[in-house]
């Protein structure tokens, strides 16, 4: 029964989090993208999303998503932590999904544009797993 509570309180974060001021920041054009909860929600997106992950962020962010990549040494700003209750607290599928498509100025992290809009959201459904509370 554990899995279903979880998974009920996974699915009422990411509406509260989709709904809410958090994303007035984010210009106009991803300001109202519709987010898939549903996506986001399921366990097939995360695992695809962990695959991707693997693939494209991992040498940064890490394998386990801490942000203690091979290629965090020597970066102008240490990679996102992904674990962290924080970060975790403090951003919105949203946010999630600019980072990854536009990259983070004045950052390492590079836009992921050559990635369809699927795709960014199964990374943002796993990152956004990552460091949810067992």
């Known amino acids: 029964m554990k899995p279903l509570v979880l998974g009920a309180l996974g699915v009422m974060w990411l509406a509260c989090s989709s709904?809410?001021?958090r994303d007035a920041d984010l210009p106009a054009a991803y300001r109202?993208?519709?987010v898939p909860?549903?996506?986001l929600a399921a366990?097939?997106?995360r695992q695809r999303g962990r695959q991707l992950f693997l693939e494209h962020c991992a040498l940064c962010h890490g394998d386990q998503a801490d942000g203690k990549g091979v290629r965090r040494e020597g970066l102008s700003r240490a990679p996102r932590d992904f674990t962290?209750?924080?970060w975790r607290q403090s951003t919105s599928p949203r946010h999630v999904y600019f980072a990854i498509r536009e990259g983070v100025r004045g950052t390492p992290m590079p836009s992921w544009k050559a990635l369809d809009d699927r795709d960014i959201w199964d990374l943002?459904?796993?990152v956004l797993s990552v460091g949810a509370p067992s």
């Open 19 to 21: 709904c809410s001021n």
């Open 32 to 34: 109202d993208i519709p």
């Open 37 to 39: 909860e549903q996506q």
């Open 43 to 45: 366990p097939g997106a």
């Open 84 to 86: 962290s209750m924080a």
């Open 124 to 126: 943002v459904a796993y």
